[in-house]
């Protein structure tokens, strides 16, 4: 077997070993230290803390998680964004609020949920932590993920917070005498290796190569200098850069060619851990800034500071941030004076792979065409769904996830079906993403198709709106004047086009934020309906229309943004429609296990 095939069936074992470690503490009490104390997800919004806090409890009661763990949801504080950085600080001060000296004691897991998702929109009404994976009975969402792939942590952890995002996995395997530890003072931080380009979006540490050898399963080191999306120049400047499958660890700082058997990698980052001290020292300093009004990075801020080979250079730069405030700069450079000197070890994961699921286009890739995440994760085309044979897909690159899909519905390849009901007339197109939907009438869906349904509450009374976008339409974009709407695109089409098609006028009561940002995201288009199936309807007609150049008038329908249905979203009745077709999916089986 190739050396590539054997890590990837080494990472395929260690991982069902956790997923069975998990699925045995399910809805059981954990031993003391066998598991985390605290269990903390951040929300964005008193409105998304609810609807975090309502699953939660969900799966509590279904026992899919396990118990002992105190699961907490932390809001974010009204007012500034403060970047997952600030969220970080907020969450100690809460945990102190919670628990007095107490926290101290703890084995924290920390995971950044806040934000509304605006690269992988189906995930944006019940959050990113809760996206479901197609496999598992009931089907594993990212928390349980999670879970899963800590497992083994919190017994070789010292108190303290490790610190992780909702739309990224890690794989790994160990030998079978090594440990990944968490136990040394100051900041401790996974590091993975990968190819440049992927370096350029991430993290890169700068790694002394006299310290590992990149053989074996975990190696322990420290970090000179650490890097935050750097160029590949930058990566090479300054000796990120390894040649990777010699006989020995090298730095390389040139050129070089494969027909030695190694190839260019650096070391990019995942998530971290940092001592209660640490911890104490950040919560300290964030009662001393008082109110935070800046967005600050929790990986770039924190990790950037630390090291011999730091420097404050970092604290200029603002062009990662989404919005630079005046006080960034002074914030940085407070952190660094504060976290200057501090060591940052790292636990080199020889054999590891980062995934990311954070856009659609990662979204689609990773569950119907990654081979080696699907093999290494065990994903399946079909998970948990009632899915006759005469409902047809093309190929088995299409996934399906607690669904049910009528016989004589059918489904491009790459496209990816979850908690939705299709009728028996539905075509779907390849590469599209049908999301808490009731399709019932006959209609073509095209590839490349992006269909998500909400319930909402109006008057207090339940209605119910569908989004629909192509999958590779810019929802983050956004202009600052009418006269340059022209340059927003819907599916190919540029949207003052679209709204003509539409019957909408283009003024400044089309947005949401008023004049502040125009773009998709704000953009009142999406007709509120009074049921589920006349939403999907009205929506892929709108599509239809900017497909066919034809008018598909929207008058007389009170139309929402995206921004605007996420305020007014009713989480309970999403959640209801879910369990109904749970609800029907375990009848379907249970009739099938009688005829047999």
């Not at 066998?34 to 509590?60: I, P």
């Not at 080191?221 to 890097?227: D, G, I, M």
């Not at 059918?410 to 539905?426: A, N």
């Not at 098609?501 to 940002?517: E, I, M, N, Y």
């Amino acid at each position: 077997m190739p050396a590539a095939e054997e890590r990837s069936a080494a990472r395929r074992e260690a991982t069902g070993r956790r997923l069975e470690r998990l699925a045995a503490l399910r809805g059981r009490a954990a031993l003391p230290g066998q598991f985390w104390d605290v269990v903390a997800v951040t929300a964005a919004d008193a409105e998304q803390g609810r609807a975090y806090r309502r699953q939660l409890a969900e799966k509590l009661r279904g026992k899919e998680l396990p118990l002992g763990a105190r699961y907490h949801v932390f809001v974010d504080p009204p007012g500034h964004k403060m970047g997952n950085g600030g969220s970080t600080l907020h969450v100690l001060q809460c945990l102190e609020d919670l628990y007095g000296d107490k926290w101290t004691s703890f084995i924290v897991l920390l995971i950044h949920s806040g934000g509304y998702s605006q690269r992988l929109p189906n995930a944006s009404a019940l959050g990113k932590i809760f996206t479901a994976l197609p496999f598992g009975d009931p089907v594993y969402q990212m928390l349980d993920l999670k879970l899963a792939m800590y497992i083994d942590f919190p017994a070789r952890m010292k108190p303290g917070v490790l610190v992780t995002c909702s739309d990224d996995i890690e794989l790994y395997s160990t030998g079978l005498t090594e440990t990944v530890t968490f136990d040394r003072p100051g900041f401790t931080a996974l590091a993975h290796p990968s190819d440049l380009t992927v370096g350029t979006t991430h993290g890169v540490f700068v790694l002394d190569p006299s310290s590992f050898s990149g053989e074996g399963g975990v190696e322990y080191t420290s970090c000179r200098h650490f890097l935050h999306k750097p160029d590949v120049e930058t990566m090479r400047r300054c000796g990120a850069v390894c040649l990777r499958g010699g006989s020995s660890q090298q730095s390389s700082s040139g050129d070089h060619s494969d027909s030695e058997g190694g190839w260019e990698c650096v070391y990019t980052d995942s998530i971290f851990y940092m001592d209660h001290s640490i911890a104490e020292q950040l919560l300290a300093f964030y009662k001393q800034m008082g109110t935070l009004c800046c967005e600050i990075d929790a990986y770039g801020d924190f990790l950037q500071a630390l090291g011999p080979g730091a420097t404050q250079d970092y604290t200029q730069h603002t062009g990662n941030v989404t919005k630079e405030e005046s006080q960034l700069v002074e914030v940085r450079q407070k952190l660094y004076s504060l976290l200057k000197g501090t060591a940052l070890n790292v636990i080199v994961l020889n054999n590891s792979k980062f995934y990311h699921i954070g856009t659609t286009q990662e979204y689609l890739f990773h569950f119907t065409s990654d081979s080696e995440l699907k093999f290494e994760l065990d994903l399946l085309p079909v998970a948990f769904s009632s899915f006759s044979e005469s409902a047809g897909s093309s190929d088995h690159s299409a996934t399906v996830i607690q669904s049910v899909l009528e016989p004589g519905c059918s489904m491009g390849p790459g496209s990816v079906i979850e908690y939705s009901r299709v009728g028996p007339e539905v075509s779907i197109g390849k590469n599209s993403i049908i999301s808490g939907s009731h399709i019932n009438l006959k209609v073509d869906v095209p590839s490349n198709c992006f269909l998500s349904s909400l319930s909402i509450r109006m008057s207090d009374q339940v209605k119910y709106i569908s989004m629909v976008f192509g999958v590779e339409d810019d929802l983050k974009r956004s202009v600052k004047s009418l006269r340059d709407l022209h340059s927003l695109r819907f599916f190919g089409a540029s949207l003052p086009e679209c709204l003509g098609r539409w019957g909408v006028q283009v003024s400044d009561q089309l947005f949401s934020s008023g004049s502040t940002r125009l773009g998709l995201w704000t953009a009142r288009i999406f007709p509120v309906c009074s049921t589920l199936i006349e939403s999907v309807e009205m929506s892929l007609k709108m599509l239809n229309s900017v497909q066919c150049a034809s008018a598909f008038t929207l008058n007389g329908f009170k139309l929402l943004s995206v921004e605007e249905m996420l305020a007014c979203k009713d989480v309970e009745d999403m959640l209801k429609f879910r369990k109904q077709i749970y609800d029907e999916i375990c009848l379907q089986r249970g009739k099938e296990k009688l005829d047999l």
